[in-house]
């Protein structure tokens, strides 16, 4: 399997749907969340738990300082990065996420 994208409206239960299939599948979390890459904005931007985050490797979620600048081609860049050095390993992908990401 290549990547697994899993898209939807907030609060749908993306973020669950995401954690069992990582599981299941020995995959990982590549976070495709507009507001979830800034660190300091847990409430706002719904992050997963850190007890989700500590049983499945979560990637691009606190990455980037909220005045910091960050586009889409930018998120492109990390998230390709991510997925290759995930595949590499033999993992997984799941992309999940709202946002036009």
Known sequence: MDVLFIIGPTAAGKSAVAIELASMLGGEIVSADSM????????????PSAADRAGIPHHLIDCID????????????????????????????????????
């Open 66 to 101: 909220p005045g910091e600048h960050f586009d889409v081609a930018r998120y492109v860049a990390l998230a390709s990065t991510a997925i290759s050095e995930l595949r590499a390993r033999g993992g997984v992908p799941v992309v999940v996420g709202g946002s036009g990401m």
């Open 36 to 47: 979830q890459v800034y660190r300091g904005l847990d409430i706002l931007s719904a992050k």
